[in-house]
């Protein structure tokens, strides 16, 4: 079996719904981000065999296809869509390595794109003739009363576990206070687009100003929630043999597992992830030296470091996507370029897991 490697992570800043991405297609926001990865990897546009992209909003018409062709990489490139919601570009990187390791391919960009902003307008029609009903979010689960509101979903969470709204606030003000003290050392991995080339929305967030936040469900509110968000972010992936003929550092993909759970219970889902990757290893909580956890609710993230026993000092180094914001597609893939970097600077084992709607979890488990 074939062994995959991490050649090189790169990213968008992440900006806001409405900001500075806002006029920007998919392949647009896609396109500089792939293209510098190229670059760092010294890997040519016409050696991939294969591009992976999840993206969760967008129109169908397999936009991996048109960020492929609009990046040069040739038309031998298919290109593969992949809508997995929140665990899509976590689950590309994993697609791809499964595809090192078959022999299927020895070069493979994989991440995922979202734009919230140019997200098209959805609408269900209907057999006898009634005007379509626009609609925001499709169902999850095939069962309405087990398909609840995430943030609704969170709150039940954050009441099952015991975790107050002043803990999940404290998570939400320390995840700003990370990426602040860190912005230095993130625009390594950030690729400026439109000169944009930080996370916009990271800013000095307080507990006193969490305390004002407007409630959204129980003790989930707009402070401790991540906010919609455009961005983009992608890996190369390749064998080993590809990865020992050019001058980078590498990081290998060890493993990575996405797993179903209870659909009205998404946020605590990737623990089973973890559990099972580690497992599969025969690794333990305490082998772990950098985790990348998913923070689109406070309460989910706080949920699946202490119920998988990994360390919250060892989390989220950067700050996490309370202080950037969530682009769907994107998250998982910006938690792998944060850890693909972390792990460059201290060497060790790291996880990065996130949770999805309908009740999924994925984490993938890296290596320095």
């Not at 998919?26 to 993206?55: F, H, M, T, Y």
């Not at 979010?137 to 009441?159: C, I, K």
């Not at 906010?227 to 550092?249: E, H, I, K, L, P």
Request: aromatic share 4%; glycine share 10%; proline share 5%.
């Amino acid at each position: 079996m074939n062994r995959s490697f991490i050649l090189s992570a790169a990213r968008s800043a992440v900006v806001p719904r409405g900001g500075r991405f806002s006029h920007l297609s998919l392949q647009e926001l896609a396109k500089p981000v792939l293209l510098d990865c190229l670059v760092r990897s010294g890997v040519g546009a016409g050696d991939v065999d294969e591009i992976i992209v999840g993206n969760a909003l967008g129109a169908g018409g397999n936009p991996a296809r048109l960020i492929s062709l609009a990046a040069g990489f040739g038309e031998h490139v298919a290109g593969m869509t992949i809508d997995r919601q929140c665990c899509s570009g976590l689950d590309a990187i994993i697609l791809a390595d499964a595809m090192i390791r078959s022999g299927q391919a020895r070069i493979v960009v994989a991440g995922g794109v979202e734009s919230y902003s140019r997200r098209p307008l959805r609408a269900q029609t209907f057999p006898d003739g009634r005007p379509p009903a626009p609609y925001d979010q499709p169902p999850f689960t095939p069962w309405p009363e087990r398909d609840p509101d995430m943030a609704v979903a969170a709150a039940h969470l954050a009441n099952e576990l015991g975790i107050s709204r002043e803990e999940q606030d404290a998570w939400a003000v320390t995840s700003h206070q990370k990426a602040l003290a860190s912005r230095a050392r993130l625009t390594e991995e950030i690729v400026p687009i439109e000169t944009v080339e930080k996370d916009t929305f990271t800013r000095n967030l307080t507990q006193k100003t969490c305390a004002r936040a407007t409630p959204i469900a129980g003790s989930i509110t707009a402070a401790n929630t991540s906010v919609a968000a455009d961005a983009a972010a992608f890996c190369v992936v390749t064998s080993q043999d590809v990865a020992g003929s050019v001058q980078c550092d590498s990081v290998e993909v060890v493993a990575g597992r996405t797993v179903g759970g209870q659909p009205d219970r998404p946020g605590i889902t990737p623990v089973a992830a973890i559990q099972q990757v580690l497992l599969d290893e025969g690794l333990s909580p305490g082998d772990i030296d950098v985790v990348e956890v998913m923070e689109a609710f406070a309460a989910q993230a706080i949920a699946c470091v202490s119920q998988s026993g990994l360390q919250s000092e060892r989390t989220n180094l950067g700050g996490g996507s309370l202080a950037r914001g969530h682009p769907i597609g994107a998250s998982g893939a910006i938690n792998a370029v944060r850890l693909y970097h972390e792990l460059l600077r201290s060497g060790g084992n790291g996880i990065a897991a996130i949770a999805a709607a309908g009740g999924l979890g994925t984490a993938l488990l890296l290596r320095a």
